[in-house]
């Protein structure tokens, strides 16, 4: 699964990269994260038709967006969804209806330097049967500082308890494909975010693919990553501090001593 991640690089450099023609006010000012978690506003880049006098009538354009993490769907009664759709399996896109129509017309890209995995330990021997499972936190990120464009669906959900004046009537959410972890990281953790390569983010982005071809996409070659160990501290929301990316000096899992 991917559920922290960290986006700290500025939104006007994450625009050059991802050749992103407009950014919304919100998503500018977001402050950077080392320790991004579901629920929180966080950038997304998608291409949708311009609005011109209401509508989405204008050309296709490339923007860069804000969306709360955790993808709520259309017909969810209540936006407390999004808290466990975090995350969408690649391998069942097309299965899942939360998932199916967003693939098919709402793709985007969660710009990111990295995330964290937690890799779970043996239980000491001599621990009771009620002793908390050790683990050791990773931070995987793309060689050479690159950015790490995580696919992702997105969606919009109408409050209808709010009147068709309020700013606030429409959510929008988003949720991270995942996949079977690759060979190099699967001892950490069976699942990893999908990291697209540079050379499919159009295909990815563009509203004319369909969500079979799209879901080819994401089954295809993927951004190699680096891992390392760090510190306990990225398991609290509570802590969000460049540190956090510090390698581990004294790290509890046995095979990287």
Same mark, same amino acid.
């Given at each position: 699964?991917?559920?922290?991640y960290?986006?700290?690089r500025d939104?006007?450099?994450?625009?050059?990269?991802l050749?992103?023609a407009?950014?919304?006010?919100?998503?500018?000012?977001?402050?950077?994260s080392?320790?991004?978690?579901?629920?929180?506003? *966080?950038?997304?880049v998608v291409?949708?038709p311009r609005?011109?006098?209401g509508?989405n009538i204008g050309?296709?354009?490339r923007s860069?967006r804000?969306a709360?993490?955790?993808?709520?769907?259309s017909w969810a009664?209540?936006p407390?969804?999004g808290?466990r759709?975090?995350?969408?399996?690649?391998?069942?896109?097309l299965?899942?209806?939360?998932?199916?129509?967003?693939?098919?017309?709402?793709?985007?890209?969660?710009?990111?330097?990295?995330?964290?995995?937690?890799r779970?330990?043996?239980?000491?021997a001599?621990?009771?049967?009620?002793?908390k499972?050790?683990?050791?936190?990773?931070?995987?990120?793309?060689?050479?500082?690159h950015?790490?464009?995580?696919?992702?669906?997105?969606e919009?959900?109408?409050?209808?308890?709010?009147?068709?004046?309020d700013p606030?009537?429409?959510?929008?959410?988003a949720?991270v494909?995942?996949?079977?972890?690759?060979?190099?990281?699967?001892?950490?953790?069976d699942?990893m975010?999908?990291?697209?390569?540079?050379?499919?983010?159009?295909?990815w982005?563009?509203?004319?693919v369909?969500?079979?071809?799209?879901a080819d *996409?994401v089954r295809?070659?993927?951004?190699?990553?680096?891992?390392?160990? *760090?510190?306990?501290?990225?398991?609290?929301?509570?802590n969000?501090?460049p540190?956090l990316?510090?390698?581990d000096?004294d790290?509890r899992?046995?095979?990287?001593?």
């Amino acid at each position: 699964m991917c559920g922290r991640y960290a986006s700290f690089r500025d939104a006007q450099d994450i625009a050059d990269d991802l050749a992103v023609a407009e950014i919304a006010d919100d998503a500018r000012l977001l402050p950077p994260s080392w320790n991004v978690a579901p629920t929180d506003d *966080v950038r997304i880049v998608v291409e949708r038709p311009r609005r011109i006098e209401g509508r989405n009538i204008g050309e296709i354009t490339r923007s860069m967006r804000l969306a709360r993490w955790g993808l709520v769907p259309s017909w969810a009664k209540d936006p407390a969804i999004g808290a466990r759709m975090i995350n969408a399996r690649s391998e069942t896109l097309l299965d899942k209806p939360a998932f199916a129509k967003p693939l098919a017309t709402r793709r985007c890209l969660l710009p990111a330097d990295g995330y964290f995995e937690w890799r779970r330990l043996p239980v000491p021997a001599g621990a009771t049967a009620r002793a908390k499972v050790p683990k050791q936190a990773y931070w995987i990120h793309p060689e050479r500082g690159h950015v790490a464009a995580l696919a992702g669906l997105y969606e919009f959900w109408r409050d209808t308890t709010r009147s068709d004046d309020d700013p606030d009537r429409w959510l929008v959410s988003a949720t991270v494909i995942t996949t079977a972890a690759s060979p190099d990281l699967e001892h950490i953790h069976d699942r990893m975010p999908v990291v697209l390569p540079r050379d499919v983010w159009d295909t990815w982005l563009d509203p004319a693919v369909g969500a079979g071809e799209a879901a080819d *996409v994401v089954r295809g070659p993927q951004v190699t990553t680096t891992a390392r160990p *760090v510190g306990d501290a990225v398991g609290s929301v509570r802590n969000n501090r460049p540190s956090l990316l510090d390698a581990d000096d004294d790290p509890r899992d046995q095979d990287v001593r």
